[in-house]
């Protein structure tokens, strides 16, 4: 199957992509090369030509939550957000520490999507994620985990934090860590601040995670091994990251869309739609962490796509759960930090695209010859409301639900077939 895409918007210059039996042929300056005879043509003119993007961070609920979402739904609205690879956190039920859970997973995902997006599991790091034994990495890597975590549950001892990261190491997978210290502020609902005292709700104050950060980068130091932290959130946490990378140890980093435009205030009223772990932080952490993005001291984007339901984030702020959905808004999120200056066009294409895939060694097209034909068509002209009706995750806990946000994802290509 052979089709050309005419006229698309490349980084500012107007292109044609030539894509045959999945893979790229061409990309050559708009009106360089004819098109070949009978090929059909799709007009992009107007609209933004980006790689499919890697989401590095996201909880699909299958098995186990699936009245939150599935593996349907979820890569439904991972395709409709520009995602062409998703990263599966393991806090399923039963949780995904051993290869029968990776393969019905990966099985899952073939039947509802077979054409993509891919899915790529996160291996449990402990058994049951409990922080005790080790779960069985090499099968997990063998039946398909792409990289180790214990998720959400942050490791409770550090020799067995070095186990799991040499144990990964060996394996060719990265440790992905969710820094927290729980033993800190057990029973936070948010941030520890003036916010918080205002609410009259237990904080948690930031040091914690700048903390677990810190020993991961002495121990990755220690160990020459990658590192990579989830999530990160607050100033100090940027901080102590930027003086591991200027140690030159190996360690990466992720935040998310929603500390890039969030932060405590949106907890005033109690607002349960604001709560997520790590909690939102100050307007000051916000401008630190879009400061790292510009400079590389924060290497990737990721949603942390989290969906609940309704029911569970209608409790009062104590007892509703962590966590937004995201994979259907992210890369319009992220479109507003372009419209703002925050990070140029280029800067999203590498911390959605090229940098993910390079850190945990998954397929990503460059637009060169013989790269896998995974792109989407982007109108930076469409503003749309965030409602029930435009989002295709099973739960819709944003924090921006009503919101008007510009430019969409209009169509995408995996593999060189167009999924809408
Ligand atoms: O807010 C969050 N929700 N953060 C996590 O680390 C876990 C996630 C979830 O699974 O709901």
Redesign the pocket.
């Known amino acids: 199957m052979t089709f050309c895409l005419k006229n698309a918007r490349h980084l500012d210059a107007p292109v044609d992509l030539l894509v045959r039996d999945g893979r790229i042929v061409t990309m050559t300056p708009a009106g360089h090369h004819a098109a070949p005879d009978g090929c059909p043509v799709v007009d992009a003119a107007g609209l933004l030509l980006m790689p499919s993007f890697t989401d590095a961070h996201v909880?699909l609920r299958e098995p186990g939550f699936e009245y939150k979402e599935d593996i349907a739904s979820g890569l439904e609205a991972a395709a409709r957000g520009g995602f062409g690879s998703v990263m599966c956190?393991a806090?399923t039920r039963p949780v995904n520490d051993n290869a029968g859970i990776t393969r019905a997973m990966l099985d899952r995902a073939r039947e509802t999507h077979p054409h993509g997006p891919r899915l790529c599991p996160i291996a449990a790091a402990t058994v049951g994620l409990k922080g005790e034994a080790m779960a069985p990495l090499g099968e997990l890597r063998d039946a398909g985990c792409v990289a180790v975590s214990n998720?959400?549950r942050p490791m409770p001892g550090t020799e067995l934090l070095r186990r799991v990261m040499e144990y990964a190491a060996d394996l060719g997978l990265i440790f992905i860590d969710?820094c927290e210290d729980a033993t800190l502020a057990p029973g936070w609902v948010m941030n520890e601040g003036v916010v918080s005292g205002e609410l009259g709700v237990k904080g948690q104050p930031p040091v914690g995670e700048a903390m677990q950060v810190a020993r991961d980068i002495m121990l990755a130091e220690y160990l020459n091994l990658p590192v990579h932290i989830?999530?990160v959130s607050c100033a100090l946490a940027v901080d102590v990251l930027r003086w591991g990378k200027a140690r030159g140890v190996q360690v990466t980093a992720e935040t998310c869309p929603h500390y890039l435009w969030l932060d405590d205030t949106a907890l005033r009223g109690y607002n349960t739609a604001a709560?997520?772990?790590?909690p939102l932080r100050t307007p000051a952490d916000r401008e630190a962490l879009r400061r790292a993005l510009g400079d590389g001291t924060i290497d990737i984007l990721s949603t942390?796509h989290?969906?609940?339901a309704q029911h569970e984030k209608e409790q009062p702020l104590d007892a509703a759960?962590?966590?937004?959905t995201g994979l259907d808004l992210a890369v319009s999120l992220t479109w507003g930090l372009v419209r703002d200056n925050v990070i140029n066009e280029a800067d999203m294409r590498r911390l959605w695209g090229a940098a993910p895939a390079r850190i945990f060694n998954l397929p990503c097209n460059n637009f060169e010859p013989g790269d896998p034909a995974d792109f989407f068509l982007f109108d930076p002209a469409e503003d749309w409301v965030v409602s029930r009706d435009t989002l295709y995750s099973k739960s819709i806990n944003t924090p921006f639900l009503g919101q008007t946000l510009h430019g969409r994802v209009k169509h995408h290509w995996i593999g060189g077939v167009q999924l809408f």
């Open positions: 909880h956190m806090n998720d959400g969710h989830a999530h709560k997520v772990s790590p942390d989290a969906p609940h759960p962590c966590g937004f």
